[in-house]
């Protein structure tokens, strides 16, 4: 039989995350609870840290709405009340003691005994032991030392303890592999998977595209690890083409705004996503060159991929099994041409197949094979 799985991750239904994929696939005839952030830092005073402190003091234990679409007989969400990222081993230990009055209760109601224990957050590190478990999955999409929201002096300690402490631990990008595999033997690349077929059958339109010229467009955080300064010279340079963004803004983008031929659209559902990016000309990764990007492997490199759309990029190392089929750039002249190459573009089926064997299902079949059962 399949262990039961308790999984401390992002709020559930708020963005398409791997970790979010990978267990509607794991769910299957094994029971979860999904335990909304914890946080990796300490909110400030900020209208956006209060008003998610609010949803979180308001929200409530629930069963999902969308357990159905995650084939699970049993799928509960908890958004607890705690400390988020605590610095001290007082503050820790009040922390751990919230989330266990608040975890086992619901374990009890469900009939949960020695489940896995699976975590995607670095701070959940302090409820090991708690709920008895029987396997200790970390589960790293990002670089949090230098990921951006985090609090740096809490984080790095907190993930290191997990690592050496989890019993398996997978990680999203061959440079997050070889940083944990020196502190754990058991550590193993696990990239992430594509809804491809989402992305690859046809759609309509999205109604807010502009019309009128060929379109290169980004979907995802308009943040820091954009390179807005290298953007704002290409998009200058290209006036025959129309920039398209669609995501929650996150930093000043004064500067691009004010160009006629720039668009920001507001943050959309992940099923919306190819209506967009299927019937623009080009996707867009114009990332800044730093740790985290180096470390990072982005969802929608292979969503852009399972359009057969073309794709112009900066360069990071997770592009490298893809690069027959991305127009890497590093200057401004070069992102230019590579842009301007994708006017006339059709779909490449070439580049589609590429990627229809890296399912999100192939890929929980992975990390299923490494998971402990009940003998």
Not at 67 to 95: D, G, W
Not at 150 to 159: A, I, T
Request: proline share 6%; with cysteine; glycine share 4%.
């Amino acid at each position: 039989m399949l262990k039961d799985i308790i999984v401390f991750g992002e709020d559930w239904g708020k963005l398409p995350s791997s970790t979010q994929h990978l267990i509607k696939y794991l769910g299957t005839d094994r029971k979860i609870i999904w335990v909304n952030s914890i946080g990796l830092r300490q909110p400030s005073w900020g209208w956006q840290d209060l008003r998610r402190l609010w949803e979180k003091l308001i929200s409530r234990t629930h069963t999902d709405s969308s357990s159905t679409k995650l084939n699970s007989t049993h799928f509960q969400v908890i958004s607890p009340k705690t400390i988020p990222a605590p610095k001290s081993a007082l503050m820790r230990k009040i922390a751990r003691k919230l989330l266990r009055k608040q975890i086992l209760p619901v374990m009890q109601e469900m009939n949960i005994s020695a489940p896995i224990l699976w975590t995607s957050l670095p701070t959940a590190v302090d409820t090991l032991g708690v709920f008895d478990e029987a396997q200790v999955v970390y589960y790293c999409g990002d670089d949090f030392s230098a990921l951006a929201g985090v609090d740096h002096n809490v984080v790095p300690q907190r993930e290191a303890e997990l690592v050496t402490k989890a019993d398996l631990v997978l990680a999203a990008s061959k440079t997050l592999t070889k940083k944990f595999a020196n502190e754990n033997a058991n550590t193993h690349y696990i990239p992430h998977g594509v809804d491809y077929e989402l992305f690859s059958e046809p759609t309509d339109i999205a109604k807010n595209l502009p019309q009128g010229k060929p379109i290169a467009g980004f979907y995802g955080s308009i943040s820091k690890w954009l390179d807005i300064p290298l953007l704002l010279c290409v998009i200058q340079n290209l006036p025959e083409w129309n920039f398209v963004f669609v995501g929650k803004i996150e930093v000043n983008v004064t500067a691009l705004a004010k160009l006629d031929n720039v668009f920001f659209l507001p943050q959309i559902d992940h099923a919306s996503l190819p209506s967009y990016s299927q019937h623009w000309q080009c996707s867009l990764l114009p990332f800044v060159d730093n740790e985290q990007i180096r470390a990072c492997n982005p969802l929608k490199l292979r969503e852009y991929l399972a359009t057969g759309k073309p794709v112009v990029s900066t360069y990071f190392p997770a592009l490298e099994p893809y690069l027959k089929f991305v127009h890497v750039a590093t200057t401004p002249f070069e992102l230019e041409e590579a842009i301007s190459a994708c006017q006339d573009s059709t779909i490449n089926t070439e580049q589609q197949a590429l990627v229809q064997t890296e399912s999100w299902l192939y890929r929980a079949q992975q990390v299923q094979a490494l998971l402990v059962n009940d003998e």
